[in-house]
DNA sequence: TAGAAATAAGAACAATTGTTCAATTCCTGA
DNA sequence: TCAGGAATTGAACAATTGTTCTTATTTCTA
């Protein structure tokens, strides 16, 4: 057999994605190989190698595109006026953004120790900025003296890491409806940064 | 060769956690080999069967004293008046805990998907009970009248969840020391419930 | 419609995987 | 001191790993 019939790039090369992304988050990077990834696909595993130089290329393509994406999409929100706004804007925006892509979410926290040195400092660099995006909402609430935060980097850390831990434990056929648990998560930031009820 | 000279179970078997713990930390479960492990102890390969029955029992076992630790020694830790106090000392306790056991805490929050469902739901009971303990204190604050929480459950998971991100990026030889840390941490927390500074 | 480019199959590679087991040596208790 | 249990080696197993390469077929372009 060779070439078989339909195949396309347009079409495969999003399939490998998806695949690889979907086994990662399932079993870990190292604990999935190529020749699952292909079943998956559906195409024998040499095909992949027309797709990615090797492993560790899939591995970071899935986590840069994903940072970028989480950049492109907080760029596109529409500005507000007051710092306290803008942060129930960030705060509802992280929740759903990540509810929306838990395998890609979870790749990107877990799998950070499988990158080459070089990978890794770029996914970090990403990963800052988008940092970055809430701290400057957090220095801008305490400048604006709306915000009664000691610290705005540790705020920082503390907020993202309280709303990326929701995709650990949120079910969909849970207690709560997932605007229910939106608003709660907003209402516990709210508080932390000291802003009134 | 056979048995080598001075070895001895008591000291070979903590070794051989030891190695497991901080490979599977550094590396990932599945991308660490039972040779290496062996080769860290100092050790062929064969003999660490003598030891675990299998990688995945190996896995198992570090969760589980892990979080049995945890729970020992949150309950050795003295009895306070107010849910406020109660809270604070939850709070320092929790991150000085963490702090201690870096390796630890990473692979039982990592490695999850790696165990058979059975062990996975035996973990699951070790964490809930842990969280169970934050909710509890959470609610007797509500009760009192000194929280403001509109869901204790949700609160507890973001908490948690907030204390353990610590661990992801606080360094010994940052811009803060390991102390003003804990004190902002607990400032946030404190917000977070809505007790006055 | 012919030739070129794109796409995939399938076999092959050496290296590594978790686990088992007989053989061998050391250590301890009586 | 010596027997028996404890501890380890080292070889072996089949299965699986990431990657490369040649070959074959399909699709695209002119």
Redesign the pocket.
């Known amino acids: ?13 999003p399939k490998i994605q998806e695949a690889a992304q979907r086994l990662f988050a399932r079993h870990g990077y ?1 604990a ?5 990834i ?1 079943t998956e696909v ?15 290329t899939l591995l970071v393509g899935l986590m840069t595109s994903h940072l970028e994406e989480l950049l492109s999409a907080w760029g596109q929100e529409g500005a507000v006026a007051t710092a306290a706004a803008r942060l129930e804007q960030f705060t509802r925006f992280h929740i759903r953004f990540h509810k929306e892509r838990p395998d890609a979410v979870f790749i990107a926290y877990m799998e950070l120790r499988n990158l080459t040195p070089k990978n890794f400092e770029t996914v970090e660099v990403l990963r800052r900025r988008y940092e970055g995006a809430l701290e400057e909402i957090l220095r801008s609430g305490v400048t604006e003296g709306a915000f009664a935060i000691a610290d705005t980097k540790v705020a920082t850390m503390g907020i993202i890491a309280m709303l990326t831990g929701l995709n650990t434990w949120f079910r969909e056929d849970g207690r709560l409806s997932f605007d229910e648990v939106e608003d709660l998560y907003w209402g516990i930031v709210r508080n932390s940064v000291g802003l009134a009820g």
Do not use: E, W
């Not at 057999?1 to 090369?13: D, F, Q, Y």
């Not at 999935?32 to 699952?36: A, D, G, L, P, W």
């Not at 559906?42 to 560790?56: C, E, H, I, R």
């Open positions: 057999m060779a070439r078989t019939s339909g195949s396309h790039a347009k079409i495969t090369g190292a999935v190989s190529m020749r699952q292909a559906g195409v024998q595993v040499g095909a992949l190698y027309n797709y990615t130089p090797d492993k560790q």
